[in-house]
Structure formats: structure tokens, C-alpha cells
């Protein structure tokens, strides 16, 4: 009877050759947005209302900086109903984005598959359940307890995987790159006399980076100076010691 039992969960639990037509669907959105901002500061407390407008909550917040930068990555989750008008209300504040990817994935069929393998699990683990009251022998109760645990750690399984996937299509994914771009140099197209200034600072830039190289390299001139000075010395006694000769 136990063996009848486990082929037939067997092929319940095969995949059906014909899917039903899904009525709702199951889409996971998410996607990335980098922001160049002229106020790293507001732009942050910007970000940080609008997530609480939108009933969303960081997943994970980093922030770098250093002499000359400023930087913040944030891993936002927003509700999927609110997702677009969150992007929306990103694109019309005053940070330029300057990259924007956003994604979907239809995990209807991946959803279904768990949600119909876990009724069936339950169903099979009841009628296990029920089997333990009429087992005849040691062996027959050890065998079905075997298989109410497979079972249990089966629905487990599948429990945890239908409960990610509902929360990845309830919150959407979002990543966010802020940084900082000097106030003057952001949206603004290149003038003749901003190209003008910045040859000026590239030429400087040339000048220091000449400079130090020369000055690391001192020693060998040095060592130069002194050869190129004793070879002089040498040639002028060799010189003078043939005019003394004649």
C-alpha cells in the first residue's frame, strides 16, 4: 500500500503536459538608475521622502567618499503598484539620470508549478498522517514516518520558494547610484572658453607631472653632472700633458 502510495505522488507531482490559462499574472520588476546630482546631501533626503511616500524601505544603503567625491549606492524595494510613479517622481526631480535599466520577468508558470507541487505535498502528507493509526507492524510505521518527513521538508522547501517569489512580485527591486557633479559643470554643453580652460589645466597638469618626474630623477643627473664633468677634466690633462711633451 505504501509503495502504491509513492508512485502515485510520483506522478501527481510531474509537470502537466498542458498548463492552465493564468488569469493573473506573476511579473518580478526591477531595475537601476544612476543619478549626477549638484547637491549630494538633498538629493539623498529627496530620495529618502519618496521612498516613505511610497510605502518602500531601503534593502541596503552604502555611501563612499574621499577629496573628491561623494558617492551613494542604495538597494531600494518599492511596492510593485507604486514602482512607476516612483521612477517617475525620480526622473522629475532636478538630478540628471544618466543610465536607467528596468526590467521584467514573468514567473507565472515557476509560481503555479510550486503552488500545485505544495497542495499536492499536503494532500499526501494527510493521508500519510492518517496511515500511522493502521500500521500493522514496526517497519510499516517506521516507513511511513519516513515519508511524513520527506514530505514535511518538501513543503517546507517549496513553502519558502512560493513565499520568495510572492515577495519579489509584491516589492519591486531598485538600485540607485548617486554622485556628485561640481555645481557649473552638470547639464551644461562645453563654451569656447570652458575647452579654453580646460587646455590652461591640462598644460598645467603637464607642467607639475614634467616636473616631478624630473625630480625623482635626480640622483642620475647628479651622477651625470659628475661624469660628464670629470670626462672634461680628463680630456683637458690628456691635452695638456701632450703640449708639455712637445
Do not use: C
Amino acid at each position: 500500500q505504501n509503495a502504491d502510495l509513492s508512485k502515485n505522488e510520483t506522478n501527481t507531482n510531474a509537470p502537466a503536459s498542458a498548463s492552465p490559462v493564468l488569469q493573473n499574472k506573476k511579473i518580478v520588476r526591477s531595475g537601476s538608475i544612476t543619478l549626477e546630482s549638484k547637491d549630494i546631501a538633498k538629493t539623498k533626503q529627496h530620495i529618502d521622502k519618496l521612498i516613505q511616500d511610497a510605502d518602500g524601505y531601503y534593502e541596503q544603503e552604502n555611501s563612499s567618499s574621499g577629496s573628491t567625491y561623494t558617492a551613494y549606492t542604495l538597494n531600494i524595494r518599492i511596492p510593485a503598484t507604486k514602482f512607476d510613479s516612483f521612477i517617475q517622481s525620480i526622473a522629475d526631480g532636478k538630478d540628471k539620470i544618466t543610465e536607467k535599466s528596468i526590467q521584467a520577468k514573468d514567473v507565472s508558470l515557476q509560481y503555479l508549478d510550486v503552488q500545485s507541487r505544495l497542495k499536492s505535498k499536503n494532500a499526501y502528507l494527510l493521508r500519510y498522517q492518517q496511515m500511522v493509526a493502521s500500521a500493522k507492524t514496526t517497519k510499516d510505521l517506521l516507513e511511513i514516518e519516513e515519508q511524513i518527513r520527506q514530505l514535511q521538508e518538501d513543503i517546507e522547501s517549496n513553502t519558502t520558494i512560493l513565499r520568495s517569489l510572492a515577495d519579489q512580485v509584491n516589492y519591486s527591486t531598485l538600485s540607485i547610484q548617486i554622485y556628485y557633479a561640481e555645481s557649473g559643470n552638470i547639464n551644461q554643453p562645453n563654451t569656447f572658453l570652458h575647452e579654453v580652460g580646460e587646455s590652461m589645466k591640462s598644460g598645467w597638469d603637464l607642467i607639475k607631472s614634467s616636473t616631478l618626474i624630473i625630480l625623482s630623477l635626480w640622483p642620475f643627473i647628479i651622477l651625470s653632472i659628475i661624469a660628464v664633468t670629470g670626462w672634461r677634466k680628463y680630456k683637458r690633462r690628456k691635452i695638456n700633458k701632450k703640449e708639455l711633451n712637445k
